[in-house]
């Protein structure tokens, strides 16, 4: 098979033979190539990084609602209610909290919701009572209701008397208008 060599019957054979497996090593060493990227890179992702899963949450309600008053006194509020939220699971003190963000947010319905929901919790929290006259004045409905949460703050907490008695008199103002 040199250069001025013709071909013969058994020269085509060998090369016809080389031929079909230079066609045939090709795929198969592209197989073998991409099998091996791919296993590497599967190992890649799910063996050498590490993961970090939180299967407790390291805070406290406590904390959480400590974390949400200092969200909320720089303005973020959706921060301040997500720690609230957390702080909820465990905490009904934290629905209080929850309303205030939502009262400063504007939405009165929402904030409602939860001055409601931390009274049913706690019956006992002044406070409570006290954010859901003042909301009730705030939106002049249920001014009946809002003067009798009020006086229920006023017997539950006597300390905050001065400030319940505030909801109070401009619940009794907007009624005698």
């Given at each position: 098979m040199g250069k001025d060599k013709v071909l013969d019957a058994e020269?085509?054979?060998?090369?016809?033979?080389?031929?079909?497996?230079?066609?045939?090593?090709?795929?198969?060493?592209f197989l073998i190539v991409f099998s091996l990227l791919t296993f590497n890179l599967s190992l890649l992702t799910s063996c050498?990084?590490?993961?970090i899963v939180i299967l407790d949450d390291p805070l406290t309600p406590e904390e959480h609602i400590n974390l949400g008053v200092a969200y909320e006194k720089n303005g973020e509020l959706d921060d301040a209610l997500r720690e609230y939220k957390l702080a909820a699971k465990s905490l009904p003190m934290a629905?209080?909290?929850?309303?205030?963000?939502?009262?400063?947010?504007?939405?009165?319905?929402?904030a409602e919701s939860a001055?409601?929901?931390?009274?049913?919790?706690?019956?006992?929290?002044?406070?409570?009572?006290?954010?859901?006259a003042w909301l009730y004045y705030?939106?002049?409905?249920?001014?009946?209701?809002?003067e009798t949460l009020a006086l229920k703050a006023m017997e539950l907490n006597p300390a905050k008397k001065d400030l319940y008695q505030d909801t109070l008199d401009k619940i009794r103002g907007a009624k005698g208008k």
């Open positions: 020269d085509k054979k060998k090369v016809k033979s080389l031929e079909f497996r230079v066609k045939c090593v090709k795929p198969i060493y050498s990084i590490p993961r629905y209080l909290y929850i309303g205030n963000v939502y009262f400063r947010k504007n939405d009165l319905n929402e001055y409601q929901k931390s009274i049913d919790k706690d019956p006992l929290n002044a406070d409570a009572h006290n954010n859901l705030t939106k002049k409905e249920k001014l009946d209701e809002a």
